[in-house]
């Protein structure tokens, strides 16, 4: 008998995959677009410092990109074989739990792996410009392999324990933000108490990005968090095959089970009272609204991460004990929420739209007189009601950031630049919203997985025009801080324009297609076409 087989098979499986190949290609022109685009590295030669400030920016920005590549990589590795039905064949056989994970993670990780690699050679171009010595290299090296390790293995922890591929992938990363964000500020609290030394460098060290801080390989603390962090992948990934041997089985409820259900319904749906009465509400509007828009909570959600926010702003502010709030720590905590903000709002209408089209119930909706226009205007209806209010605030809170930041010796000129840039942010995080929405949810007809239709949604609208606007401001020599702002402006809404367009257009289109299961790709392309009629006889 073979050692491993589910290993061979899943490498074998990996090797004829195109992304295998197109990842680290991927990977690769990322770092070499990151290195070009770092505003430190003309900066830094001139001042004679060398790539020192170059390299540590680089490795924190990959270290993080390991971290939230990993667990959305190995998310949904194993929940997908339980959605589909297929671990529990696997079990019927000599294998065990530890094989089926230990499979899932050699082809999984040989992935992000690959694009680690690919990447190295450009990470070590800063050495050439002095400032970063051999040992600090191979060890942050070591520590981004290490994070990477510990990513893959938090993902799989979290896939055996959850077969919706979306609940899986959110789960992951809000636990690797956690790790990432939740234990440095939580250090730093610990601190400012006055907890025992011990304590607040224990709560440091098991986050793992905390061996980066120890780059020339020297320090101690550095040294045990990267030992903490390995340790810690190894116990989620004995966790994850423990419990993948018993996620198959399919057992009966029990009562204490049946309460819990019972309880979660009446709070997410409300009571039958309150159902009858919600349901009418909402069918008066439009049906297919009422059956993407019957939880009640899902409102107050995207409030929860504007409060978390506030909170995080609060609490650094109470930590630093100055009479001035952080504005530079702002600077980063808006933007950041308006990319997940837009992630969310991509999330949320392909969602919608994949889970019903894989159930089958397009068929039965389209039966009856609901039009392809109800089916997307309940769309926007879902979406105006989750993310409207939590929109609405953070755009007031972007266009009075300059107001409240305002240094008393800025003149007009730098105030009327900043409130341009904040209203510009505010209009194109709606624009963008309301294009990922219309995007979405015709990738949500057209790809095969959740995370496919969110991600293609997500890269085309937000990341596509800012790689056209970084290969476009070399080329142009401006006169003036208006002149940036404006070409970022404009190629933002022509974009959000063009891709509005198209996903209307084939939404209209190809929308009973989709429907009908019919909706087919085109060859070698990966884009979705509607069947040609046969050829007459």
Request: some cysteine; glycine content about 8%.
């Amino acid at each position: 008998m073979n050692a491993f087989p589910v290993v061979q098979r899943e490498l074998r499986v990996a090797a004829r995959q195109p992304r295998t190949y197109y990842l680290r290609m991927g990977s690769a022109a990322l770092a070499v677009v990151g290195l070009s685009y770092t505003g430190f590295w003309v900066r830094t030669l001139a001042l004679g410092r060398g790539g020192g400030e170059v390299f540590e920016l680089l490795v924190h920005l990959a270290n993080w990109a390991g971290l939230l590549a990993g667990v959305t990589l190995t998310a949904d590795a194993i929940s997908r074989e339980r959605r589909e039905g297929t671990l529990g064949f696997l079990f019927l056989s000599h294998l065990n739990g530890r094989d089926v994970v230990l499979g899932k993670l050699a082809a999984h990780a040989l992935h992000a792996f690959y694009a680690l690699l690919a990447a190295m050679p450009v990470l070590a171009l800063p050495l050439l410009a002095g400032g970063v010595t051999a040992g600090r290299f191979w060890w942050s090296m070591l520590a981004l392999a290490n994070t990477l390790f510990f990513a893959v293995c938090l993902g799989l922890g979290v896939s055996c324990a959850s077969s919706d591929a979306r609940r899986a992938k959110n789960l992951a990363t809000g636990l690797a933000l956690l790790y990432g964000l939740g234990l440095p500020l939580l250090s730093a609290l610990a601190r400012h108490l006055e907890w025992p030394d011990w304590w607040t460098g224990l709560i440091t060290e098991l986050s793992p990005l905390t061996a980066l801080g120890g780059a020339a390989g020297g320090s101690v603390s550095a040294g045990r968090a990267l030992l903490f962090t390995h340790l810690q992948g190894w116990l989620f990934l004995a966790g994850a095959a423990w419990q993948t041997a018993r996620a198959w089985h399919e057992r009966p409820a029990g009562r204490a089970r049946r309460r819990w259900q019972t309880w979660w319904r009446d709070l997410s749906l409300g009571r039958p009272a309150v159902r009858v009465e919600r349901r009418r509400h909402l069918l008066e509007q439009n049906p297919f609204f009422w059956l993407i828009a019957r939880q009640r909570w899902k409102p107050y959600f995207p409030l929860m991460l504007l409060g978390l926010v506030a909170a995080f702003f609060g609490l650094a502010w109470w930590l630093e004990g100055e009479s001035k709030p952080p504005w530079e720590l702002a600077l980063v905590l808006v933007p950041a929420l308006h990319v997940l903000l837009k992630f969310w709002v991509a999330g949320e209408a392909a969602a919608a739209l994949l889970s019903h089209r894989t159930q089958g119930a397009f068929e039965l909706l389209l039966s009856t007189p609901l039009t392809v226009q109800d089916v997307i205007k309940a769309q926007f209806l879902a979406w105006r009601r989750i993310f409207g209010p939590t929109l609405l605030i953070t755009g007031l809170l972007t266009v009075s950031f300059p107001l409240l930041a305002a240094e008393t010796d800025w003149d007009r000129e730098n105030l009327a630049w900043l409130m341009a840039l904040a209203v510009g942010a505010t209009a194109a995080l709606w624009a963008d919203a309301c294009t990922l929405v219309w995007l979405a949810s015709w990738r949500a007809l057209a790809a095969r997985r959740y995370h496919h239709a969110a991600g293609s949604a997500a890269v085309r609208v937000l990341v596509v025009p800012w790689l056209i606007l970084l290969l476009v401001l070399p080329t142009v020599r401006f006169a003036g801080p208006w002149e940036p702002l404006f070409l970022w402006a404009l190629i933002g809404f022509i974009s959000d324009a063009l891709w509005t367009v198209y996903a209307r257009d084939r939404l209209l289109s190809d929308f009973r297609a989709a429907a009908a299961g019919t909706l087919s790709s085109a060859p070698g392309t990966g884009t979705p076409e509607a069947p040609k009629p046969p050829a007459a006889r």
